[in-house]
Protein backbone atom coordinates (compact mmCIF):
# COMPACT_ATOMS: atom_id res chain seq x y z
CA UNK A 1 0.00 0.00 0.00
CA UNK A 2 1.22 3.17 -0.92
CA UNK A 3 0.62 6.65 1.37
CA UNK A 4 -1.73 8.02 -1.12
CA UNK A 5 -3.56 4.75 -1.12
CA UNK A 6 -3.79 5.32 2.55
CA UNK A 7 -5.16 8.59 2.47
CA UNK A 8 -7.60 7.07 0.04
CA UNK A 9 -9.06 5.07 2.13
CA UNK A 10 -9.09 7.10 5.31
CA UNK A 11 -10.95 9.68 2.88
CA UNK A 12 -13.42 6.94 1.87
CA UNK A 13 -14.33 6.51 5.43
CA UNK A 14 -14.56 10.31 6.86
CA UNK A 15 -14.19 13.70 5.42
CA UNK A 16 -10.89 14.48 4.76
CA UNK A 17 -8.44 17.73 4.40
CA UNK A 18 -4.94 17.93 3.50
CA UNK A 19 -2.68 20.13 5.38
CA UNK A 20 0.66 20.83 5.39
CA UNK A 21 3.99 21.07 2.89
CA UNK A 22 1.83 18.76 0.07
CA UNK A 23 -1.38 21.35 0.72
CA UNK A 24 1.88 24.59 0.05
CA UNK A 25 2.73 22.78 -3.18
CA UNK A 26 -1.03 22.42 -4.08
CA UNK A 27 -0.75 25.96 -3.60
CA UNK A 28 1.61 27.01 -5.79
CA UNK A 29 4.93 26.69 -4.14
CA UNK A 30 7.98 24.61 -5.78
CA UNK A 31 9.49 22.66 -2.35
CA UNK A 32 10.11 19.51 -1.12
CA UNK A 33 7.92 18.16 1.76
CA UNK A 34 9.06 14.56 3.30
CA UNK A 35 4.85 13.04 4.87
CA UNK A 36 1.71 13.68 4.00
CA UNK A 37 -0.41 15.65 6.39
CA UNK A 38 -4.19 15.57 7.23
CA UNK A 39 -7.07 16.12 9.11
CA UNK A 40 -9.55 13.58 9.46
CA UNK A 41 -13.06 14.83 10.61
CA UNK A 42 -12.81 14.90 14.49
CA UNK A 43 -16.43 14.64 15.15
CA UNK A 44 -18.60 13.66 16.79
CA UNK A 45 -15.65 12.11 19.06
CA UNK A 46 -11.97 10.98 19.12
CA UNK A 47 -14.07 6.96 19.04
CA UNK A 48 -15.12 8.26 15.37
CA UNK A 49 -12.12 9.74 14.53
CA UNK A 50 -10.22 6.97 15.56
CA UNK A 51 -12.19 3.97 14.02
CA UNK A 52 -10.76 4.26 10.16
CA UNK A 53 -7.01 4.81 11.27
CA UNK A 54 -8.20 1.62 13.54
CA UNK A 55 -9.53 -0.49 10.38
CA UNK A 56 -6.66 0.74 8.17
CA UNK A 57 -3.60 -0.73 10.31
CA UNK A 58 -5.80 -3.63 11.04
CA UNK A 59 -6.16 -4.04 7.68
CA UNK A 60 -2.36 -4.07 6.71
CA UNK A 61 -0.07 -5.30 9.17
CA UNK A 62 2.60 -3.53 7.19
CA UNK A 63 1.49 -0.12 8.74
CA UNK A 64 2.13 0.75 12.48
CA UNK A 65 1.07 3.82 14.65
CA UNK A 66 3.34 6.07 16.30
CA UNK A 67 2.95 8.73 18.70
CA UNK A 68 5.67 12.13 19.14
CA UNK A 69 7.91 11.64 21.73
CA UNK A 70 8.88 13.77 24.74
CA UNK A 71 12.11 13.34 23.70
CA UNK A 72 11.89 13.93 20.19
CA UNK A 73 11.27 11.47 17.32
CA UNK A 74 8.15 9.18 17.28
CA UNK A 75 7.47 6.08 19.32
CA UNK A 76 5.44 3.13 18.61
CA UNK A 77 1.85 2.48 20.04
CA UNK A 78 -0.56 -0.38 19.95
CA UNK A 79 -3.51 -0.20 17.74
CA UNK A 80 -5.92 0.12 20.68
CA UNK A 81 -4.33 3.24 21.62
CA UNK A 82 -4.99 5.44 19.05
CA UNK A 83 -7.72 7.00 20.28
CA UNK A 84 -6.26 7.83 23.49
CA UNK A 85 -2.81 9.00 22.10
CA UNK A 86 -5.03 11.24 19.25
CA UNK A 87 -6.96 12.95 22.26
CA UNK A 88 -3.65 13.90 24.25
CA UNK A 89 -1.15 14.88 21.42
CA UNK A 90 -3.98 16.31 18.56
CA UNK A 91 -2.30 13.78 16.14
CA UNK A 92 -1.17 10.00 15.58
CA UNK A 93 1.89 9.10 12.52
CA UNK A 94 1.13 6.09 10.48
CA UNK A 95 4.80 4.76 8.98
CA UNK A 96 5.47 1.88 7.41
CA UNK A 97 4.82 3.01 3.40
CA UNK A 98 7.00 5.50 1.13
CA UNK A 99 6.11 8.94 3.16
CA UNK A 100 4.75 8.96 7.03
CA UNK A 101 1.04 9.91 6.99
CA UNK A 102 0.30 12.00 10.33
CA UNK A 103 -3.09 11.77 10.85
CA UNK A 104 -4.86 15.62 13.22
CA UNK A 105 -7.46 14.70 15.39
CA UNK A 106 -7.14 18.95 15.69
CA UNK A 107 -4.75 21.21 13.81
CA UNK A 108 -2.08 24.13 15.44
CA UNK A 109 -4.70 26.95 16.54
CA UNK A 110 -7.89 25.06 15.51
CA UNK A 111 -10.98 23.36 17.63
CA UNK A 112 -12.60 20.19 16.51
CA UNK A 113 -15.56 22.16 16.01
CA UNK A 114 -13.45 24.43 13.01
CA UNK A 115 -13.63 20.94 11.09
CA UNK A 116 -16.81 21.97 9.35
CA UNK A 117 -16.06 25.57 8.10
CA UNK A 118 -12.08 23.85 6.98
CA UNK A 119 -14.10 21.71 4.95
CA UNK A 120 -16.36 23.42 3.18
CA UNK A 121 -13.91 26.07 2.80
CA UNK A 122 -11.54 23.74 0.96
CA UNK A 123 -11.00 22.82 -2.62
CA UNK A 124 -11.86 18.94 -3.94
CA UNK A 125 -9.00 17.66 -4.94
CA UNK A 126 -9.15 13.84 -5.67
CA UNK A 127 -10.43 10.69 -3.51
CA UNK A 128 -12.83 13.01 -1.73
CA UNK A 129 -10.29 14.45 -0.33
CA UNK A 130 -10.44 18.74 -0.11
CA UNK A 131 -7.23 21.01 -0.32
CA UNK A 132 -7.33 23.50 3.29
CA UNK A 133 -7.68 26.94 1.96
CA UNK A 134 -4.72 29.57 1.96
CA UNK A 135 -5.93 31.54 4.80
CA UNK A 136 -6.31 28.11 7.22
CA UNK A 137 -3.37 26.91 5.70
CA UNK A 138 -1.85 29.69 7.29
CA UNK A 139 -3.25 29.63 10.40
CA UNK A 140 -2.07 26.02 11.29
CA UNK A 141 1.48 27.11 10.67
CA UNK A 142 1.47 30.79 12.70
CA UNK A 143 2.64 29.41 15.78
CA UNK A 144 5.51 26.77 14.76
CA UNK A 145 8.44 29.04 14.56
CA UNK A 146 9.85 27.01 11.99
CA UNK A 147 11.86 28.53 8.79
CA UNK A 148 10.44 26.52 6.04
CA UNK A 149 6.48 27.42 8.52
CA UNK A 150 7.90 31.03 7.65
CA UNK A 151 8.35 30.91 3.90
CA UNK A 152 5.01 28.89 3.53
CA UNK A 153 3.44 31.97 5.32
CA UNK A 154 5.08 34.39 2.81
CA UNK A 155 4.35 32.77 -0.06
CA UNK A 156 0.38 32.37 0.80
CA UNK A 157 0.16 35.76 2.37
CA UNK A 158 1.38 37.14 -1.34
CA UNK A 159 -1.11 34.65 -3.12
CA UNK A 160 -3.95 35.86 -1.02
CA UNK A 161 -2.90 39.65 -1.04
CA UNK A 162 -3.25 39.06 -5.49
CA UNK A 163 -6.76 37.77 -4.59
CA UNK A 164 -7.48 40.19 -2.70
CA UNK A 165 -6.34 43.32 -4.83
CA UNK A 166 -8.39 41.78 -7.81
CA UNK A 167 -11.59 41.50 -5.65
CA UNK A 168 -11.88 44.65 -3.83
CA UNK A 169 -11.59 46.92 -6.93
CA UNK A 170 -15.14 45.65 -7.85
CA UNK A 171 -16.97 43.41 -4.64
CA UNK A 172 -19.63 45.06 -2.41
CA UNK A 173 -19.37 46.23 0.41
CA UNK A 174 -20.69 43.39 2.57
CA UNK A 175 -18.14 41.08 0.91
CA UNK A 176 -15.62 43.34 1.65
CA UNK A 177 -16.06 44.15 4.88
CA UNK A 178 -16.19 40.11 5.33
CA UNK A 179 -12.91 39.31 3.24
CA UNK A 180 -10.90 41.93 5.54
CA UNK A 181 -12.34 40.64 8.85
CA UNK A 182 -10.99 36.92 7.82
CA UNK A 183 -8.10 38.35 6.75
CA UNK A 184 -5.87 41.44 6.37
CA UNK A 185 -2.43 42.57 6.53
CA UNK A 186 -0.98 45.85 6.13
CA UNK A 187 -1.24 45.59 2.55
CA UNK A 188 -4.41 44.48 1.71
CA UNK A 189 -5.88 47.26 3.94
CA UNK A 190 -3.58 50.07 1.81
CA UNK A 191 -5.57 48.08 -1.35
CA UNK A 192 -8.46 48.74 -0.22
CA UNK A 193 -7.84 52.08 0.32
CA UNK A 194 -6.22 52.91 -2.72
CA UNK A 195 -7.95 50.35 -5.22
CA UNK A 196 -11.57 50.28 -4.51
CA UNK A 197 -14.09 52.54 -5.92
CA UNK A 198 -16.19 52.28 -3.29
CA UNK A 199 -16.39 55.17 -0.31
CA UNK A 200 -17.79 52.71 2.47
CA UNK A 201 -14.74 50.07 1.50
CA UNK A 202 -11.65 52.50 1.48
CA UNK A 203 -12.85 53.51 4.89
CA UNK A 204 -12.71 50.03 6.10
CA UNK A 205 -9.03 49.34 4.80
CA UNK A 206 -8.22 52.98 7.06
CA UNK A 207 -10.10 51.89 10.13
CA UNK A 208 -8.01 48.55 9.77
CA UNK A 209 -4.80 50.23 9.02
CA UNK A 210 -5.19 52.51 12.43
CA UNK A 211 -6.23 49.64 14.33
CA UNK A 212 -2.47 47.69 13.23
CA UNK A 213 -0.76 51.38 13.60
CA UNK A 214 -2.29 51.74 17.37
CA UNK A 215 -1.67 48.19 17.61
CA UNK A 216 2.25 48.62 17.04
CA UNK A 217 2.61 47.66 13.84
CA UNK A 218 5.14 49.42 11.63
CA UNK A 219 4.17 48.53 8.25
CA UNK A 220 0.24 50.02 8.90
CA UNK A 221 2.10 53.24 10.48
CA UNK A 222 4.34 53.44 7.29
CA UNK A 223 1.36 53.28 4.67
CA UNK A 224 -0.79 55.78 6.74
CA UNK A 225 2.28 58.16 6.34
CA UNK A 226 2.73 57.31 2.35
CA UNK A 227 -1.65 57.50 1.61
CA UNK A 228 -1.95 60.75 3.81
CA UNK A 229 0.62 62.10 1.63
CA UNK A 230 -0.68 60.98 -1.54
CA UNK A 231 -4.27 62.95 -0.69
CA UNK A 232 -4.06 66.24 -1.45
CA UNK A 233 -2.54 65.06 -5.08
CA UNK A 234 -5.14 62.79 -5.64
CA UNK A 235 -7.85 65.64 -4.71
CA UNK A 236 -6.14 67.84 -6.96
CA UNK A 237 -6.03 65.09 -9.94
CA UNK A 238 -9.91 64.56 -9.29
CA UNK A 239 -10.81 67.74 -9.78
CA UNK A 240 -9.17 68.55 -12.51
CA UNK A 241 -10.56 65.00 -14.39
CA UNK A 242 -14.00 66.31 -13.13
CA UNK A 243 -13.86 69.80 -13.36
CA UNK A 244 -15.17 70.53 -10.01
CA UNK A 245 -14.95 73.95 -8.70
CA UNK A 246 -12.44 74.66 -5.85
CA UNK A 247 -14.93 74.65 -3.44
CA UNK A 248 -15.50 71.27 -3.60
CA UNK A 249 -11.92 70.65 -2.27
CA UNK A 250 -12.83 69.44 1.69
CA UNK A 251 -15.60 67.12 0.36
CA UNK A 252 -14.21 65.40 -2.00
CA UNK A 253 -10.85 65.01 0.50
CA UNK A 254 -12.76 63.08 2.95
CA UNK A 255 -13.86 60.76 0.18
CA UNK A 256 -10.73 59.73 -0.10
Known amino acids: MTAQEAVAFLASKRRTVLLGGLAVILHGLSRN ?55 KDRLIRIVGIERP ?8 EFEAVDFEGVWERGISIEHGVRLIEAIDLIITKQLTDRPQ ?24 EAEAVSMLDRFATPEIAA ?18 LYEMRDNGDPFAAEFITEMERERPAKVEELLRQQKKPPEQDQDLGRSL
Not at 101 to 108: E, G, H, M, R
Open 33 to 87: TKDFDIWLDPLPDVQSWAAPIQQLLTREASLQAQQISSFGGWKPISVGDVPVVGS
Open 101 to 108: IDVFFVPN
Open 149 to 172: DETDIRFLTNKIEAQYRERLRTCS
Open 191 to 208: IAVRESKADSIRAVGWRI
